[in-house]
């Protein structure tokens, strides 16, 4: 079946730099479109960024471009979200996600704060 892993969260001061790894596995990686989300507490779920099965960035959200660069790495099933700059409207429980229908993972915990 399909699993999406999650991993890399963890506590970082502003300005600070985390690299986020989503595993997959359970389906054909290498042919579909992939995407990072996040929830904050008391927020909707919101789409952070995407790539396409080339690996080419189709999509960031305002509050992270410049900022955020999300990358694939199709031989090892995984996507990654490079986060830099980082700033607590950041902080978040980050998932990631296949196009079309997914299961969502359990997410890592990202938390930005002095």
């Known amino acids: 079946q399909v699993q999406l892993v999650e991993s890399g969260g963890g506590l970082v001061q502003p300005g600070g730099s985390l690299r986020l790894s989503c595993s997959a596995s359970?389906?054909?990686?290498?042919?579909?479109?992939m995407h990072w989300y996040r929830q904050a507490p008391g927020k909707e779920r919101e789409l952070v960024a995407s790539?396409?099965?080339?690996?080419?960035?189709?999509y960031y959200v305002d509050s992270v471009k410049g900022r955020f660069t999300i990358s694939r790495d199709n031989a090892k099933n995984t996507v990654y979200l490079q986060m830099s700059s980082l700033k607590p409207g950041d902080t978040a429980v980050y998932y990631c996600?296949?196009?079309?229908?997914?299961?969502w993972g359990q997410g890592t915990q990202v938390t930005v704060s002095s």
């Open positions: 359970g389906f054909a990686f290498s042919t579909r479109a």
């Open positions: 790539i396409d099965i080339a690996g080419t960035p189709t």
């Open positions: 996600k296949r196009s079309g229908t997914s299961p």
